[in-house]
């Protein structure tokens, strides 16, 4: 899914082209508010859209036990979503009683300074659309099954809830020191491919891997990525691609090592990181704290 396309260059030209190109955003972006926020429509869903729903919720639950992180479990347990898609309002009840969250429906994408905003606010964007059958493996753009399923069980969270309202607060921040991409990457390997150590080894949490059937399995059992401990400048010079499982997975000890390294000013970092060279995905640092030294195989288009 090519959040990083979608969401850099021309925002507006890429809403406006809605509906002409096929580099166009897909939802519906006529009746959003100043915001980028819209109603959810939830009456609006088909059959078809609720059964596509039950279907994903359903192949992703079977593989949970064996490769979520027990928070994550959790938190999808307390949403009791499996039937339809949720109606996000009543999903805000019951995250704004867990951590002061609540869910807002958006057509999609949305600018980055908008994202932080809602971010910063406890609320969390989501897509309000969900996916064509012919879309099962493979989605250009996040839908409500990837925002929803992916994002929402950790909102209830305490710990990992406040790192995501930190993130929002940073977003400004990252904005007036143009250090969108550092901030971005970090969003990118610690919310969407994240990983974490516990008891019984490490456990999928980030949001891209456990709405995808192929990445979920893949990021715990492959021999090909690498996995790192993480370390917040590394993961922020560290590149990433859009159109394929991840080269490098980067490993917390614990969410509170994630809302610790988030809770400095970035300035002096951001300052330091333009004088580091990048680091490529398939390539690990003498510095690198290793879990697995990946082997680095072919590519992995969705499986
Ligand atoms: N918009 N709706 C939506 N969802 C996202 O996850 C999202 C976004 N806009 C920007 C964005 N993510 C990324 O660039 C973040 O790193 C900010
Ligand atoms: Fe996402």
Redesign the pocket.
């Known amino acids: 899914m090519n959040?990083e396309n979608a969401?850099t260059g021309d925002f507006a030209a890429r809403v406006a082209d809605s509906g002409k190109t096929d580099t166009a955003l897909r939802g519906d972006y006529s009746a959003v508010r100043a915001d980028y926020t819209i109603d959810q429509g939830w009456d609006r869903y088909t059959d078809t859209d609720h059964a596509m729903w039950r279907t994903l919720y359903d192949r992703q639950s079977s593989l949970l036990e064996r490769y979520a992180a027990p928070e994550f479990i959790e938190g999808l347990k307390r949403l009791d979503v499996r039937d339809a898609i949720p109606d996000f309002r009543r999903a805000s009840d019951v995250l704004d009683k867990a951590t002061g969250w609540t869910l807002v429906a958006?057509p999609?994408?949305?600018p980055?300074r908008e994202?932080?905003e809602h971010l910063a606010a406890r609320r969390f964007?989501v897509?309000n659309w969900i996916r064509k059958p012919e879309e099962m493996d493979y989605l250009v753009e996040?839908d409500v099954f990837h925002?929803f399923f992916g994002h929402v069980p950790l909102l209830a969270h305490p710990v990992f809830a406040d790192y995501m309202q930190a993130y929002g607060v940073g977003?400004a921040k990252a904005i007036a020191n143009s250090a969108q991409e550092q901030?971005?990457r970090l969003?990118w390997y610690m919310v969407e491919f994240g990983l974490i150590n516990t008891k019984d080894g490490l456990r999928a949490y980030g949001a891209g891997m456990l709405s995808s059937r192929g990445e979920t399995q893949f990021c715990i059992d492959s021999p090909s990525p690498h996995r790192v401990g993480f370390d917040l400048e590394r993961v922020m010079r560290t590149q990433y691609r859009i159109d394929d499982y991840q080269q490098t997975y980067f490993v917390l000890d614990s969410y509170e090592q994630l809302m610790d390294a988030t809770a400095v000013d970035f300035t002096p970092i951001y300052a330091r990181l333009k004088t580091m060279a990048e680091v490529d995905p398939t390539t690990v640092l003498p510095t690198d704290r290793i879990f697995t030294l990946g082997t680095q195989g072919g590519s992995h288009k969705a499986a």
Request: glycine share 12%.
């Open positions: 959040t969401v958006v999609g994408l949305i980055e994202f932080f964007p897509t996040p925002d977003g901030l971005t969003y």
